[in-house]
């Protein structure tokens, strides 16, 4: 009843009331003639209705109208119209409530003469349809009220022609999961209902009527009234078209709407790529990102480079939507690059991820962690290992199989190597299993992402009854959301725990040496966003509470670095041949004023060197040490007034 409670609404207090009728007027409807007794009277007292058709001799009885004595009488009326006018719904006994009252009350009992709702005038017994008429014929209607007076009416039946604002398309969108349209037209003669009707595009077939989520409201400004549907019938990847055709409150349909088209799947439903990230590795940069989980009306996976963050991006590959990683090895040593994700579709292409900067840094090779010692400890195994390369290592990953000669794989996240700790350890909570030997191996980790060769194998017999019950949070990973809030994600252990309730996040700053014992924060989720508003480096490590009460060990640490924000880099570089010793390099001024600009050069493969630091209000060098038959590099760096240096600008070169 919803529906009603609006007209009422769109009726009663937005709109002026129509003019009291005669006495009985008749309308042709799709499911037949309605007659409006148009008197308080006979809808109290009751009457009856006689018909008489073409060629008939005789009037006959065709309804009689009982005396309106409860709104329980009111309220099956209402009912018995349901398939008539499907979308009104069942009166609810506040609306019928309140309705009743209204009627009782003399002075407010006449406003149900100019009320056009054909639900409610049929209800209180001011009207009924004749659902027997056929289309096309005459009738003669006789109404008797109980006093004996007659009124008498003649009528061809017929559809009206029914005319309303004009209805235009307002929003086409393929929607998340299903297509949202919206349409709106005039107030002043817009359609108090609608149908919409949907056909395959191309397909040759009719348009036929969509039945699903639909609303009406009107606008802020309160001179349109706006049309919704919500087509939750519609199939993924098929091209649509739809129309919407106005309707008067007895079904007559009326104006139609411009026709417009969608592909389900389409724009929105292509989803970006998400958690884009770059390694340096040996032999260029690692782009990988996460499986993507909704392949349906994708084809392909665009992959842009630049050299700029700004402009300039070109198509660098074109890879399978089943791959989670690209390597690029057409990239200089100590050059900055930038790369975005594209998804494309059957018909169109996803948004495209944020932009992420990769640098490739060379191959650097290292050596295998030493002095592997594996043990028993608190009834899970135990690692211990040393590594004294304070230059090039970055930290460790731990490799695990219980088949001597099966395969190792990766059970710890990374973890970071610091110059001032002599040795490591590490403890396998993920080990719930006794009674079996395990082998461990573990592997260094360079500061390019390239792995030293595995460590001397160790093998392990684990003691039957040595059982870890709850197995610690795994996978961990951030993301920052915007320059303070970072999301902290992790392997989501409902998958493989009963009883989970939630998880305890732990975090201590790059001086602490332990985490401590206090909770950081309770999350219920397998995730947690937290406001790092100073910079510095920061340990996060997750902890898995179960029957409120049961614990797991902390979750390998995860460290996350917020640096300082930087300047932007100097923009639009360009490079002059002054004479045949000299080159000139001039950038545009920066938008906030600068304490000083870096000028940065390498010859040939050399590594770049800074050559010259000039004062903010200079725009242009001129370097005059260049010598023939050799190429140049450039780039320039701006420095704010906090001596904090911006990433480097774009690169530009000379050579003869």
Known sequence: MKRIVWLLWLLLLSIPLYPQQAKVTMIGTPKGIYIDVNDLEMAKKGYVVLRKGSGEDEFALIRHIVALQSIATVQQRIKELLFIFPESGSLSDSLAQSLWQAWEDPLKQQQYLSLQIPQIRIGFGLGLIDTTAVLGKDYSYKIVAVDGSEYNANMTYRLPKVDFSAIKS?????????????????????????????????????????????????????????????????????????????????????????????????????????????????????????????????????????????????????????????????????????????????????????????????????LPPTRVHAYMKENLPALDWQHMDSINVAGFYIYRSFDANGKLSQISNFIPYHAEQQSYHYQDSSATIGDVISYYAIAAVSHTQSLSPLSEVVKLSIPKGAKMEIAAPRQLRYLWLDRERISITWYDMEKILNGVNYYQVYRKSKDEISFPTSVFAKVETNEFVDTLSQAGSYDYAIQVVIDSARTSALSSAIQVEKVVDKPLAPLKIRLYMADDSKLLIQWDRSATAMKAYNIYRSAGKADPELVKTIPGSQFEYLDAEIKKDNMYYYFVTSVDSNSIESERSQLVFYGE
Do not use: H
């Not at 939750?232 to 349909?253: H, M, P």
């Open 170 to 366: 307002i929003e086409v969108d393929p929607g998340e999961a299903f297509p949202i349209l919206r349409f709106r037209s005039a107030i002043g003669q817009a359609a108090p209902l609608f149908d919409v009707f949907r056909r395959v595009r191309g397909s040759g077939s009719e348009f036929r009527p969509v039945y699903s989520t639909r609303g009406i409201s009107g606008n802020s400004q309160n001179d349109s009234i706006i049309y919704y549907l919500q087509d939750t019938t519609a199939l993924q990847s098929v091209r649509y078209e739809y129309c919407l055709i106005g309707k008067d409150l007895f079904g007559n349909l009326g104006t139609s709407s411009d026709t417009v088209s969608l592909q389900v799947g389409g724009f929105r439903n292509i989803n970006r790529g998400f958690n884009v990230r770059t390694a340096a590795i040996d032999g260029g940069i690692k782009i990988y990102w996460e499986p993507l989980e909704q392949r349906y009306a994708l084809q392909n996976i665009l992959l842009y480079r630049s050299d700029n963050y700004d402009t300039n991006y070109q198509l660098l590959a074109t890879v399978p939507v089943t791959d989670t990683s690209y390597i690029d090895q057409s990239v200089r040593a100590g050059k900055s690059y930038y790369y975005q994700l594209v998804m494309q579709g059957e018909s169109g292409v996803s948004f495209p991820t944020a932009r992420v900067s990769g640098i490739a840094t060379g191959i650097v090779n290292i």
